[in-house]
């Protein structure tokens, strides 16, 4: 389902195969299993990609887990399930003590598209992929923590509407116009490379990682609070 790769001071965390990545109970525990070994390997200087083999880079919560319940009640509690089971993968991204890319080479919906957000830097592909958050076309509730992510990581107020109540389906060129990822490139090799490239340069920054994990933290604070993060005060100095 993933796998995870160390290349010297990066970490290449990989969503493997063709299928559409969605997640579920057993796909959320492998990330957070692969996202601890991350933490407990961090030095100064590491650095977080994580990428996905195949058009798609995840489409989200595993609706068809959810509705193989058998019922419309046993079906909104899997779906509430879920959101709860994905919420401390979005903690462990905001708190990793490193800087983190995400290299979106396919589709990137809903829980899919939060998971990429939730990392420092998108980087996203021009020709095949969006970022979709369709939940009003089917008709589901976002929770806490997914709004209070959006809202602090995406600062135009018109950029959320869109995607939030008109369900706009927001391509590379897009979505590197109006902020949303830090660049659009033509291919999936092309994106690759920009990522590693990108890494490579944080990585040479070799900054404090605890530090860093704590200045994010303290970027977001509704998003923080909401996942249950303290904030800690460092003074270190470097000079």
Known sequence: MCTLEKRGNLFILTLTGEDQHRFNPDL??????????????????????????????????????AQAAGSERGA???LQDMADLFKPVIATLLSLPMPT?????????????TLALSHDY???????GILWMPEVDIAVTLPDYINALFKEKIGDSSVRRDLFLRGLKMKGDEAEKRGVVKAAYDGEAEVREASVC???????RKWHSEVYAEIRKGLYPQLSAILGLSHKVYAIARL
């Open 28 to 65: 959320i525990s492998s990330l957070l299993d692969l996202l601890s070994q991350v933490k407990a390997q961090a030095t100064s200087g590491s650095v977080l990609i994580t990428l996905a083999q195949g058009k798609f880079f995840s489409y989200g919560f595993d609706l068809d887990w």
């Open 76 to 78: 909104a509690k899997r």
């Open 101 to 113: 890319i995400a290299a979106i080479t396919g589709h990137a919906v809903a829980a899919g598209f």
């Open 122 to 128: 998108l980087i996203m592909r021009k020709d095949r």
């Open 198 to 204: 990108l890494a490579e340069n944080l990585g040479k």
